[in-house]
């Protein structure tokens, strides 16, 4: 089964998520393994201290490398040749996405490091990770959220681990567009209801019409996707209608 080590400062934190909800469920089925390390058991000395101020000068605190390597090379082995992947969650790292989810989905066994404090010393990202991923543009306090972040949308891909067969399939981004509207019941709640197409019991029609919004739900919202895609010429005739429709209704606003 895939396996994914999270080696972090805060264990709690982590281990509050993956033991709820799909998570917690696909483990006792036996589809997942999610094993959480605290990295300060690996820290020497009596105060098991695991960051230091930084040479140079400077505000904040780094993380020793030496309670890193440890942790790491406790669990996962001292030879590098014969470890799984070892991802850094850094800000510097290369953007997440669906399409690098699906690639680790690939992967059997992964390692996660998660960050915290001004960062990490340079000597664990030289000589300790293979990878580094970021989460976004954007500063977290710690790695723990993108770590399980990545575990998350990772796990969710493997066979099994979802209800529905296809519902990873059908999710935003996964096709390379946004997902199309979702409604349940009642048909009709404070006058607002339900499109007529999803009450028809024409499955033809309804996936037609969910194509059709999660075209236009990505052309409003996130263009810049559409780039990206090989669409069909059905496709490109919707788009072409829906472009006239939006300068039209520009117009009429203007």
């Known amino acids: 089964m895939p396996r ?41 000395g009596k105060h098991n201290v695991t960051d ?4 140079g000068g400077g505000g904040g605190m780094v993380m020793k490398p030496e309670p890193v390597f440890a942790a790491v090379e406790a669990v996962l082995g001292a030879d590098p040749a014969a470890r ?17 989810a699906e690639a680790l989905a690939a992967v059997p066994h ?29 500063v ?6 993108a770590a399980l972040a990545v575990v998350d949308a990772v796990a969710r891909l493997q066979p099994g ?13 996964a096709s390379g567009l946004l997902e199309y509207p979702h409604y349940t019941r009642p048909p009709e709640f404070r ?12 499955h033809a029609r309804i ?22 895609l090989d669409l069909s010429e059905a496709d490109k005739r919707y788009l072409s209608r829906l472009a006239e429709e939006v300068a039209q209704q520009r117009a009429a606003a203007s």
Request: hydrophobic share 40%.
């Open 4 to 44: 994914y080590d999270l080696f972090t400062l805060f264990p709690a934190i982590c281990q509050a998520y993956v033991q709820e909800s799909i998570l917690k469920r696909a483990q006792a089925a036996g589809l997942l393994d999610i094993q959480v390390h605290n990295i300060r058991d690996y820290a020497g």
């Open 52 to 55: 230091d101020l930084p040479y």
């Open 84 to 100: 799984p992947p070892v991802i850094l969650l850094t800000p510097q790292g290369r953007p997440f996405s669906q399409r690098v």
């Open 110 to 138: 992964f390692a996660l490091i998660c960050g915290r404090y001004e960062g990490f010393d340079e000597r664990i990202r030289q000589y300790l990770a293979t990878a580094e991923i970021s989460l976004g543009d954007f």
């Open 140 to 145: 977290l306090t710690g790695g723990e959220l």
């Open 161 to 173: 681990v979802l209800g529905d067969p296809t519902g990873a399939q059908d999710d935003s981004h």
């Open 191 to 202: 006058g607002w209801g339900v499109p007529a197409v999803l009450l028809s019991g024409d």
């Open 207 to 228: 996936e037609r019409w969910r194509r059709e919004e999660s075209l236009r739900r990505t052309f409003l919202r996130r263009p810049d996707l559409l780039l990206k």
